[in-house]
Nanobody, 115 residues
Framework: QVQLVESGGGLVQPGGSLRLSCAAS????????LRWYRQAPGKQREFVAS???????NYVDSVKGRFTISRDNAKNTVYLQMNSLKPEDTAVYYC?????????WGQGTQVTVSS
């Protein structure tokens, strides 16, 4: 069983930055496809960014050029660097780890962008 624990959320002003972290317990972290999702109040959960075991990345159009996903397999951690934050980025952010037969979610971390 793998546990994912997010951290790094908080309140930030528009234009500011935050770095989210998601630490995983267990082994075989390097083979996981890792993704960040977010869910704003009253909206469905949406894909934000992904990184493959080969370090290939993908982003939703609304965050391209502002967010960067990365992974450190030695630390069993995936990151989401968020720059130039906007009020519409306000949401609970979740990390997700997937490999054959397994799909794990963290508990989420709140990001609020407001002046």
């Amino acid at each position: 069983q793998v546990q994912l624990v997010e951290s790094g959320g908080g309140l930030v002003q528009p234009g500011g930055s935050l770095r989210l972290s998601c630490a995983a317990s267990g082994s075989s972290f390097s083979i996981y496809f890792l993704r960040w999702y977010r869910q704003a109040p009253g909206k469905q959960r949406e894909f934000v960014a992904s990184i493959t075991p080969a370090y290939s990345t993908n982003y939703v159009d609304s965050v391209k050029g502002r967010f960067t996903i990365s992974r450190d397999n030695a630390k069993n951690t995936v990151y989401l660097q968020m720059n130039s934050l906007k009020p519409e980025d306000t949401a609970v952010y979740y990390c997700n780890g997937v490999t054959t037969g397994y799909n794990y979610w963290g508990q989420g971390t709140q990001v609020t962008v407001s002046s």
